[in-house]
């Protein structure tokens, strides 16, 4: 069975930077994926990667945001950099084909 396990949120000023990371423990599907939940707003999707490296990303975070997957260590990263009091959010990995979520880690941009 697949777990998740997110890591890395926190507080950060405005223009900031934070690497969020997602453990991996069993065998996920070909494809992973981040999303992030702002309150009060439905869950959304924010970027994926597939296991031979294709990206995709929402226009909101493209340009800012890189995902990576180390497939020796099993872990999921999402690097975030310049980021925006939006981005606020809980941030959460997900397993699409599988339907499986982590706990989700808390990313807050405020000054």
């Known amino acids: 069975q697949v777990q998740l396990v997110e890591s890395g949120g926190g507080l950060v000023p405005p223009g900031g930077s934070l690497r969020l990371s997602c453990a991996i423990s069993?065998?996920?599907?070909?494809?992973m994926s981040w999303y992030r939940q702002a309150p009060g707003q439905q869950r959304e999707y924010i970027a994926g990667?597939?296991?031979?490296?294709?990206?995709g990303y929402s226009r909101p975070v493209k340009g800012r945001f890189t995902i990576s997957w180390d497939a020796a260590s099993n872990e999921l990263y999402l690097e975030m950099v310049n980021l925006k009091p939006e981005d606020t959010a809980v941030y959460y990995c997900?397993?699409?084909?599988?339907?499986?979520w982590g706990q989700g880690t808390q990313v807050t941009v405020s000054s």
């Open positions: 069993g065998s996920t599907s070909n494809y």
């Open positions: 990667i597939s296991t031979v490296g294709t990206t």
């Open positions: 997900h397993d699409i084909k599988l339907n499986v």
